[in-house]
């Protein structure tokens, strides 16, 4: 068992509705875990969103609060509801309707990482996927909401990043032939999940700091942005994948001799984010 479920690193002092949110880049793999797996150490790592936490580390310096998993994805994705439990893995779980998510692996415990190789020798009761929910992913979204609701008592409103990346080959063939390939996709379930003037700003941060950005394709956010998402309640949800090869080699799983030159300019876009959330501070205080 980890000792925690995530880490919280608050500012000094708290100035946006923004909050940062980093679901997939835990790293603390649990030796029992390791021992009923078929992977080796690197391929059990291939869907961890490896070293997002540090990219965005220097959000706390800016005013707002960062959280990030502990527990790694392969062993729970806290990006999934608590419903979607995989019958094909966990022993007693009642047939639901049809789920893509879980019927290619990636359910709340996922069969399956990256590129669809099998985790575990066997099944796993019902009663440990519970257990699993019940120590991480509960505290996780507990503390998550607890900052939300942090921003929208303070506020009038909050914005959560949905800090991820992605592979770079699942850029491929984003945009027509021949295109560049964006460096970030923002997800924001084509609308639903964050006000248009919302996402424009986020954008607008990354394309000012020279990176591109598309919307949606090819992900478009998933649970966390969909159970958060709630812009007609003035709480915003957008999902951020930067692109792997901009800071790491996917094969070996190291940094980029240009990580620490990729990392400053992340906080210079942090910062531009960050102020978004201090407009609707200065609208509350004019009222």
Same mark, same amino acid.
């Given at each position: 068992m980890l000792k925690t479920a995530y880490t919280l690193t608050r500012p000094q002092v708290r100035t946006t509705s923004v909050v940062f949110a980093s679901p997939h880049s835990g790293r603390d793999y649990p030796d029992a875990f390791l021992r009923r797996s078929v992977l080796n150490a690197s391929e059990i790592r291939?869907?961890?969103?490896?070293?997002? &936490?540090?990219?965005?580390? *220097?959000? $706390?310096?800016?005013? *707002?609060?960062?959280?990030?998993?502990?527990?790694? @994805?392969?062993?729970? &994705?806290?990006? /999934?509801?608590?419903?979607?439990? &995989? %019958?094909?893995?966990?022993?007693?779980? !009642? @047939?639901?309707?049809?789920? $893509? /998510?879980? *019927?290619?692996?990636?359910?709340?415990? $996922? !069969?399956?990482?990256?590129?669809? !190789? %099998?985790?575990? /020798?066997?099944k796993l009761t019902l009663a440990e996927a519970h257990l699993r929910i019940a120590q991480y992913w509960r505290p996780y979204h507990d503390q998550l909401q607890t900052l939300l609701d942090e921003s929208n008592n303070a506020y009038g409103e909050a914005i959560l990043i949905d800090c991820h990346s992605m592979p770079h080959e699942a850029l491929e063939n984003v945009g027509p032939p021949g295109s560049a390939r964006p460096d970030v996709v923002l997800g924001d379930r084509f609308g639903s999940t964050a006000a248009a003037s919302v996402v424009e700003q986020v954008e607008a941060a990354f394309t000012s700091a020279g990176l591109r950005v598309a919307r949606n394709m090819p992900f478009a956010g998933a649970f966390i942005t969909q159970h958060y998402g709630r812009p007609s309640r003035q709480q915003h949800a957008i999902q951020v994948e930067v692109d792997r090869a901009l800071y790491m080699n996917e094969r070996t799983l190291e940094l980029n001799a240009d990580f620490t030159a990729f990392q400053a300019l992340l906080s210079g876009v942090i910062a531009e984010i960050v102020d978004i959330g201090r407009v609707a501070d200065q609208k509350v205080a004019a009222e």
């Open positions: 291939s869907s961890e969103d490896a070293f997002v &936490d540090q990219l965005f580390a *220097a959000v $706390p310096d800016h005013g *707002a609060p960062l959280l990030t998993a502990t527990a790694p @994805r392969a062993f729970l &994705d806290l990006n /999934r509801g608590v419903d979607e439990l &995989d %019958q094909a893995l966990i022993e007693g779980v !009642r @047939r639901n309707a049809h789920n $893509p /998510r879980i *019927a290619s692996g990636l359910g709340v415990i $996922p !069969r399956v990482v990256a590129n669809g !190789r %099998q985790i575990y /020798r066997g």
